[in-house]
């Protein structure tokens, strides 16, 4: 038990490092809201190493905290609308034992602009976001497998760690 305290706070504290590091990362896009995701990879890595209910804790805290110190109240709904959403995504999918974690990590990064995008229509009355749909589904695709492939490569140094 101690051990997993010790590894939440450690990677609670990993992805506001890496929220932090994403609001000085330029928009190389010149497309509102679309960042690489680094916090995403914390959460593929405890949900790989630990379970469903820890990188949903960890997502959530990091969402919350990281949103108090960097954002607003609006980039917290935002928020935890696509994190939850991808987390619920990548959790069932990976149940199923038939998708390799680039794929899991690819759905991941696609849904959470998903929910983000739902999100703003509902919030904005307006519909009409949909156009930006395939931009945002073209950066979930791109993002996620960055993250996908970074956390792949995590993972394999992480396989003698026991987390849980």
């Given at each position: 038990?101690?051990?997993?305290?010790?590894?939440?706070?450690?990677?609670?504290?990993?992805?506001?490092?890496?929220?932090?590091?994403?609001?000085?990362?330029?928009?190389?896009?010149?497309?509102?809201?679309?960042?690489?995701?680094?916090?995403?990879?914390?959460?593929?890595?405890?949900?790989?190493?630990?379970?469903?209910?820890?990188?949903?804790?960890?997502?959530?805290?990091?969402?919350?905290?990281?949103?108090?110190?960097?954002?607003?109240?609006?980039?917290?709904?935002?928020?935890?609308?696509?994190?939850?959403?991808?987390?619920?995504?990548?959790?069932?999918?990976?149940?199923?034992?038939?998708f390799h974690l680039i794929s899991i990590s690819i759905a991941g990064g696609v849904s959470h602009n998903i929910g983000q995008l739902i999100v703003a229509m509902l919030?904005?009355?307006?519909?009409?976001?949909?156009?930006?749909?395939?931009?945002?589904?073209?950066?979930?695709?791109?993002?996620?497998?960055?993250?996908?492939?970074?956390?792949?490569?995590?993972?394999?140094?992480?396989?003698?760690?026991?987390?849980?």
């Amino acid at each position: 038990m101690k051990n997993k305290v010790a590894y939440f706070g450690v990677f609670v504290a990993l992805a506001l490092i890496f929220s932090y590091v994403e609001t000085l990362i330029p928009v190389i896009i010149a497309v509102p809201g679309v960042k690489l995701g680094l916090t995403n990879l914390i959460v593929v890595v405890v949900l790989y190493k630990m379970n469903f209910k820890s990188a949903a804790l960890i997502s959530i805290t990091r969402i919350l905290l990281s949103g108090f110190l960097f954002a607003n109240m609006a980039s917290i709904m935002y928020s935890l609308a696509g994190g939850m959403l991808s987390l619920i995504v990548m959790s069932v999918l990976k149940r199923t034992n038939a998708f390799h974690l680039i794929s899991i990590s690819i759905a991941g990064g696609v849904s959470h602009n998903i929910g983000q995008l739902i999100v703003a229509m509902l919030v904005l009355k307006t519909y009409s976001l949909i156009y930006y749909f395939s931009v945002l589904m073209i950066a979930g695709l791109v993002t996620g497998a960055i993250i996908g492939i970074v956390a792949n490569e995590m993972l394999k140094r992480l396989t003698n760690i026991n987390m849980k």
